[in-house]
T-cell receptor, first 113, second 112 residues
Framework: SQTIHQWPATLVQPVGSPLSLECTVE??????LYWYRQAAGRGLQLLFY??????ISSEVPQNLSASRPQDRQFILSSKKLLLSDSGFYLC????????????FGPGTRLLVL | DAKTTQPPSMDCAEGRAANLPCNHS???????VYWYRQIHSQGPQYIIH???NNETNEMASLIITEDRKSSTLILPHATLRDTAVYYC?????????????FGPGTRLSVLP
């Protein structure tokens, strides 16, 4: 069966510091991968998606970037965090067509102080 | 793009059926209805999805009206662990960047 992992689970970072969040998927190959952000009490906002190694598409202009160095690894980064980057970051995957069911990881809660 | 409306909150007694409604009056013919739930501080969990016919799996049943303008998620015997925010989602496009727009959902509280 497939599993998706994210780490760290929780992170507290000062403003202006760098960020690296990691997501890995097991039990499948060539998945579509997604990064979402969820602000407190709100729905999910799609940040990035990737349909293959080195292929990244961004949905909204922002302070963050994403990379996919390996087939089942998706990384969310920032060179300098802003207060507004605080939130709950979720990685998701699916296979095949974009409308196929997405499966989410456990999330990383980021607090920027 | 079809949008969904859900009640912000609902209560249900433990052991009883929980019926969560969703309106999607502008849904297109090729758009599916998906349901996810999110327990506090966890990632969303897939529950069920459907196009036209009613669907059932080990977690829930999905009833879609004949005109497809609304649907109901049914948890047949709600437990305390079913307390979560439930999201009704219509697939909003056929490209990767328009997937799964999550609204505020329904906060279901299962009461002992």
């Amino acid at each position: 069966s497939q599993t998706i992992h994210q780490w760290p689970a929780t992170l507290v970072q000062p403003v202006g510091s760098p960020l690296s969040l990691e997501c890995t998927v097991e039990g499948t190959s060539n998945p579509n991968l997604y990064w979402y952000r969820q602000a407190a009490g709100r729905g999910l906002q799609l940040l990035f998606y990737s349909v293959g190694i080195g292929q990244i598409s961004s949905e909204v202009p922002q302070n963050l970037s994403a990379s996919r160095p390996q087939d089942r690894q998706f990384i969310l980064s920032s060179k300098k965090l802003l207060l507004s980057d605080s939130g709950f970051y979720l990685c998701a995957w699916n296979k095949g067509e974009p409308q196929e069911t997405q499966y989410f990881g456990p999330g990383t809660r980021l607090l920027v102080l | 793009d079809a949008k969904t409306t859900q009640p912000p909150s609902m209560d249900c007694a433990e052991g009883r059926a929980a019926n969560l409604p969703c309106n999607h009056s502008t849904i297109s013919g090729n758009e599916y209805v998906y349901w996810y739930r999110q327990i506090h501080s966890q990632g969303p969990q897939y529950i069920i999805h459907g196009l036209k016919n009613n669907e059932t799996n080990e977690m829930a049943s999905l009833i879609i009206t004949e005109d497809r303008k609304s649907s109901t998620l049914i948890l047949p015997h709600a437990t305390l662990r079913d307390t979560a925010v439930y999201y009704c989602i219509v697939r909003v496009g056929n490209n990767y960047g328009q997937n799964f727009v999550f609204g505020p959902g329904t906060r279901l509280s299962v009461l002992p």
